[in-house]
């Protein structure tokens, strides 16, 4: 099992450029998420994902989007990329929703210039 | 609101010795508690978890940590570091009902010297 696999794995972007950080895994869980890591301030939660065809905000979702067509992939969307925007992100995923662990992929090093 | 603290951001100790990384959360409800690590430029591996029953868990590489609800307190202890734990420690929670969203404490570096 390959677990969950983010590409790419650093990319530099020009402010007002779109990208889509891709996140798949293979382990069939329900739950997906994103995070992002900024030095000193731990990880923050993007989006999330409950099931295909379902998603919500977390604590700081402005500037992405997100979609859930299949149970394996949670591609974030930035659509309009700002320096504020620089971050490691991270991408993660668990069994069910509630009181499991969640696996985390290897992140995405993004930079905006 | 739901909220974590870790209160030391940074923990240098030399190698053999025992260590303690200390974090509080606060909560109104009951709550599942997470200890992950993460080695540089690498993701997130999960250490231990309290999910229910025992308030003392233990983990992989020797960790354990011990739940106190009355001090609201999820503390992480290894009685002998080695040279490979350095790395960054993070304390999560999640709430009953919150449908698995982590809270995330801000990171404690240890730093394990020889």
């Known amino acids: 099992n390959a677990g969950v696999t983010q590409t790419p794995k650093f990319q530099v972007l020009k402010t007002g450029q779109s990208m889509t950080l891709q996140c798949a895994q293979d382990?069939?869980?329900?739950?997906m998420s994103w995070y992002r890591q900024d030095p000193g301030m731990g990880l923050r939660l993007i989006h999330y994902?409950?099931?295909?065809?379902?998603?919500d905000q977390g604590e700081v979702p402005n500037g992405y989007n997100v979609s859930r067509s299949t149970t394996e992939d949670f591609p974030l969307r930035l659509l309009s990329a700002a320096p504020s925007q620089t971050s490691v992100y991270f991408c993660?995923?668990?069994?069910?929703?509630?009181?499991?662990?969640?696996?985390f992929g290897d992140g995405t090093r993004l930079s905006i210039l | 609101a739901q909220s974590v603290t870790q209160l030391d951001s940074q923990v240098p100790v030399f190698e053999e010795a025992p260590v303690e990384l200390r974090c509080n959360y606060s909560?109104?409800?009951?709550?599942?508690l997470f200890w992950y690590v993460q080695y540089p430029n690498q993701g997130l591996q999960l250490l231990l978890k309290?999910?229910?029953?025992?308030?003392l868990v233990k983990g992989i590489n020797g960790f354990e940590a011990e739940f106190n609800k009355s001090q609201t307190s999820f503390h992480l202890r290894k009685p002998s570091v080695h040279i490979s734990d350095t790395a960054e420690y993070f304390c999560?929670?999640?709430?009953?009902?919150?449908?698995?969203?982590?809270?995330f404490g801000k990171g404690t570096k240890l730093s394990v010297k020889p």
């Open positions: 993660a995923s668990s069994y069910s929703a509630e009181g499991q662990p969640q696996h």
């Open positions: 309290y999910l229910s029953g025992s308030t």
């Open positions: 999560a929670v999640s709430e009953t009902g919150s449908q698995g969203n982590l809270i």
């Open positions: 382990m069939n869980h329900e739950y």
């Open positions: 909560s109104s409800v009951s709550v599942y």
């Open positions: 994902s409950v099931g295909a065809g379902i998603t």
